[in-house]
């Protein structure tokens, strides 16, 4: 546990500033913010890799859906506690340096990023604060398999990263962010969405019972956290579903937005 957090929390920020350094050595015209946005949508798609990459594998090794364990569930959350906190920090940094004030950081500009980005940044703090232990004490020693798929929920995040990354090179009209937009829809929808009927569906097959009996067989907060989990998830799909009718049915205006 102690090593799992001391490398990550090492890992993500010194990626980060390797990202920042290399970036400038390669395209030295390049804006410190281009290079901050850069290096953390690159970050950022490394470990939603390795978390999608961490779930499969759980997934796979968990024929029993309750019992079975694997040792990734467990570890692999302490990967997670210090990305979510560096990815914070790098959310507000990435804030403030679009905002028009740059002179210096404020309570203002931290209010301003809280403001703008309370939806994410209460996503983070869910995960840090409840669901790290309820996956890492409450749930005892079953559940793996479930574990498994909310990290296979990041497969999506590395099409969403290259979709923002080309828009900051101003490559918004061409194939590879059309063919990228459908891809982010897909993943979306498959692994943030059917993910959690996948779940229930796989626990009814585990106990022999229909998948509309599984509400009232598992327990309260399993249903809650699944609801907490899934409503924003919701309401970033429709966020993406209206970007895609403007990436494909729409103006050049609309499609840079």
């Not at 950022?44 to 961490?54: D, E």
């Not at 009927?197 to 022999?208: D, E, K, T």
Request: charged share 15%; with cysteine.
């Amino acid at each position: 546990m102690w090593r799992t957090l001391a490398l990550a929390s090492a890992f993500f920020p010194g990626l980060f500033a390797l990202g920042i350094r290399l970036l400038g050595w390669a395209a030295p015209g390049r804006s410190l913010k281009d290079r901050i946005l850069l290096s953390g949508r690159l970050v950022s798609t490394v470990q939603a890799t390795m978390a999608t990459v961490s779930g499969i594998t759980v997934v796979l090794n968990c024929k029993d859906v309750v019992h079975d364990r694997h040792w990734l569930a467990v570890e692999y959350i302490w990967v997670l506690v210090p990305y979510m906190t560096y990815d914070i920090y790098v959310m507000y940094l990435c804030h403030w340096h679009k905002s028009r004030d740059q002179r210096k950081h404020s309570l203002a500009s931290v209010r301003s990023f809280l403001l703008q980005e309370r939806l994410m940044v209460t996503h983070h703090l869910f995960i840090l604060v409840v669901l790290t232990p309820v996956t890492q004490h409450f749930r005892g020693e079953l559940g793996d398999f479930f574990v498994g798929c909310i990290f296979i929920a990041e497969l999506s995040t590395p099409f969403v990263s290259l979709g923002k990354i080309l828009v900051q090179l101003k490559m918004q009209d061409t194939l590879l962010h059309k063919v990228n937009g459908i891809l982010i829809l897909v993943t979306f929808f498959l692994c943030r969405i059917l993910l959690f009927p996948f779940m229930y569906a796989a626990y009814a097959r585990q106990v022999g019972i229909p998948i509309y009996m599984v509400p009232f067989r598992i327990p309260l907060h399993c249903n809650i956290a699944n609801a907490s989990l899934i409503a924003p998830q919701l309401y970033w799909f429709r966020l993406i579903c209206r970007k895609a009718a403007r990436l494909y049915g729409g103006s050049p205006a609309d499609k840079s937005r």
